[in-house]
């Protein structure tokens, strides 16, 4: 239910910072402003020209000061719909605090996480699609993720659907008239225009979900391993790949013991990737726990780097790890290090091996951007993303899952000349299954624990 009080919250990240921005939402947002804040200008707050930022004091309950900026956005052109005042004040974490809770004496109450965005959807600023886009814009990690959140953000999903279900809307319209007047000669869609439509509205949505599909490795990332004898510059590569020293590198073997691991961008891949202890037998027990860790990783990883030293030849060890790998069930890379040393390591019974292997130097960087285009060769298929209407999230997939479902059992009524009634409630269920994709037949439940994703102020 939408509520009509006034909201307020912090909308810059805890913590202490140059500026903090507050934002107050609702029908007495601009009094309530205007009990803090007081332009230099001498004219009261809620009287200053809106959309226009004004300079003046924040003057709180106990004496304490600031000086900032605040800007008026009239109800309904604001970001919620509703009136709303935003007010910079200086970082401090004190400074906010005292702002908000002055905010909340002249009559706010604090915001719920997700509440500006909330109001924004109920009063048809937004959609639930691009709220969901806007969460994973807050979330995102990688410039893959900001891609596919931006192109929520911008509509193109929101777009797709208005087209797919105004053809389907259409097409349910002439059912309906066709089983209502019978007998009446009126004008409407050909069985073969019926079929056309209803195959076209499948393969869009069929779309939508390949493309859902596609990104995976974007949204979710991939398992990944990298694995290999010691010393083979395993650890330096993942630092190179960090951008920051995250695990200890040293010359002597067996450093890394056990597995680390952390979410790493390579190109617009996300890559869960695990550094694990060098394979080999030891007689360490500590040691021993690590390989075999790092054994397990590699079973379960969808990409193994396997890294092998170049500047040195490759001896019966090497060889008897790549012919185990040559078995694993995911993508094996192997990775040859150390290319801005002299070469030692014949590549040839590595190449006789893997499909592909690319040689790179972690500490100059030769290398890291092929790498890079390789991982994304393997992983990505497809749109660039954010090229085209995205998914975001298993609500909206399973939500068009079944808009697809409905879709193909109309299709197959209307190809064996089945009642047109029976074609009509399958194309009412995937109207209603598009509808609930983008938030027009959702419960309030759903609603609910979409916004709950959000941080407050947001």
């Known amino acids: 239910m939408l509520r009509r009080d006034t909201i307020a919250a912090v909308s810059t990240p805890p913590g202490k910072g140059g500026v903090a921005l507050l934002r107050v939402s609702g029908p007495e947002a601009f009094s309530v402003a205007s009990a803090v804040f007081f332009p230099k200008n001498k004219k009261s707050l809620a009287d200053q020209p809106a959309r226009r930022a004004v300079y003046g004091e924040i ?13 008026l956005y009239p109800a309904p052109a604001s970001f919620t719909g509703e009136d709303v005042a935003e007010i910079c004040c200086h970082g ?20 719920e996480p997700g509440e500006f965005s909330r109001r924004a959807l109920l ?37 797709e659907l208005d087209g797919i279900a105004g053809r389907l809307a259409d097409a349910a319209a002439a059912l309906c008239a066709k089983i209502d007047y019978p007998d009446e000669d009126l004008a409407g869609l050909s069985p073969a225009e019926l079929a056309g439509v209803l195959e076209d509205a499948r393969g869009r949505v069929a779309r939508l979900i390949d493309g859902y599909e596609q990104s995976a490795p974007v949204r979710e990332g991939v398992p990944a391993v990298i694995c290999g004898l010691p010393n083979a510059g395993k650890s330096s590569l993942y630092n190179a790949l960090a951008g920051e020293e995250l695990a200890i590198v ?17 190109g ?60 694993a069930g995911g993508t094996v ?76 059992n109309a299709r197959a009524a209307h190809a064996a000349g ?18 609930e994709l983008d938030g027009r037949g959702v419960s309030e439940e759903i609603v609910s624990r979409v916004f709950s994703r959000f941080c407050v102020g947001k």
């Open 92 to 111: 401090g974490v004190l400074v906010q605090r005292t702002v908000l809770r002055a905010l909340f004496a002249a009559g706010a109450r604090p915001a």
């Open 250 to 266: 040293t010359d002597t073997a067996g450093t890394t013991r056990d597995v680390l691991t952390t979410d790493l961008a390579v």
């Open 59 to 71: 003057l709180c309950a106990g004496g304490m000061r600031d000086s900032g900026i605040a800007v």
């Open 333 to 408: 890379l192997p990775v040859f290090t150390k290319c801005d040393l002299p070469a030692a390591a014949d590549p040839a019974p590595i190449e006789a091996l893997f499909s592909r292997s690319l040689s790179l130097s972690a500490r100059t960087g030769e290398g890291l951007g092929e790498l890079k285009k390789t991982v994304e060769e393997l992983f990505l298929s497809g749109a660039a993303p954010g090229e085209e209407a995205s998914l975001a999230g298993e609500r909206q997939y399973a939500a068009a899952l079944a808009a697809k479902t409905a879709l193909e």
């Open 418 to 435: 089945m009642p047109e009634d029976c074609v009509l409630a399958d194309v009412e269920e995937a109207i209603a299954a598009l509808g």
């Open 268 to 327: 617009d891949v996300l890559l869960r990737i695990s550094d694990t202890a060098g394979l080999r037998e030891s007689a360490d027990e500590i040691e021993r726990i690590g390989v075999g860790r790092a054994l397990a990783a590699v079973e379960s990883a969808a990409l193994v780097l396997f890294v092998i030293d170049r500047s040195r030849p490759l001896g019966e060890d090497c060889l008897a790890l790549a012919d185990r790998l040559s078995r």
């Open 123 to 159: 009063n048809g600023k937004m959609d639930l699609c691009e709220a969901e886009a806007f969460a994973d814009l807050l979330e995102a990690k990688t410039e893959g993720q900001l891609k596919l959140a931006l192109s929520g953000t911008a509509g193109k999903l929101k777009r």
